[in-house]
């Protein structure tokens, strides 16, 4: 990967992605790269030479790292009064799965008595604690998969996940004004537990899809196509706007609905000023036109929809 910095950030911030050390050690996958597209898997991988990075898109990375460095500095000591209670910071684990070696690097274990807790730091937007990610219930179901069988003869089993988030774009005034607004800049966020047969068994369909299309990249070349989700496609929507304006009346998520308004819109308006039209906006790929994706530039799914176009 290329490092570069066109908008002249101080060289601190350029040798932090110079000098970026994250590792999935000895291991064919990790859980974070095993939860996301084959296809970026691969790419990366083919094209890591030829991808360019600048500084400036690493910056929450840095913040990121610099989180888990304090906070991995912590006390691993158990709380006063729970002297059994035992903490783990940073710990990378290993798994065998179907012929392949999985890892992932926990932020935070704390085990008391029989009960393990798994908490995940991350540096994240107000935004992301409001709606919530799906990828995070997936990544720390698989961390917990990962605990329990490192524990398999163990008595001690995962009985919660958390997100511990530190909300990066907090505003006090808007926490004291909106009912659904975050109250601190540093909130837990609770993660659902699966049961430990359908964690194996997400693990396993995602191992088998990033295998096919490992084998069929290395036999003939040829990559699985992203998803919908994986490129963070918008809904579908209509607006109903006036003519020959671009500003939108309302927008709707079906068309039915915008016609409806529109019919109702006109009852109350005969000026010939008022005429409007509905328009259909199809939902972007938020993660290939947002530059998300450091292979969007080599990928011909994305580019060829972009010509199509």
Known sequence: MKITNKFGMPQP????????????????ISVTTLIDSPRVRIMKENFDDQIEVDAV???????GTAVHSV??????YPRVGHPSDKIVNEERLFSELDGWLLSGAL??????????TIIDYKVTSVWSVIYGKPEWEKQLNCYAYLVDDKNAFAKQNVTNLKICAILRDWNRRESERKENYPKSPIVFVDVPLWSF????????????LHQEAQINFDVNGKLPLCSNEERWRK???????K???KRALKVFDSEESAHDYQEVYHQHRLHPSDATEIEFRGGEYTRCDGNYCSVAEFCDQYNGEKNDG
């Open 13 to 28: 911030f350029v040798d932090f992605a110079l000098n970026d050390k994250y590792s999935k050690g000895k291991a064919d």
């Open 235 to 241: 809904k579908d929507t209509w607006a109903l706007k």
């Open 197 to 208: 047969d359908d964690r194996l068994s997400y693990l396993k369909e995602r191992m088998k």
């Open 71 to 76: 906070l991995e500095s912590s006390n691993p």
């Open 243 to 245: 003519k020959k304006l």
């Open 57 to 63: 898109d690493m910056i929450w990375a840095l913040f």
């Open 107 to 116: 932020d935070r274990q704390e085990t008391h008595e029989n009960s393990i």
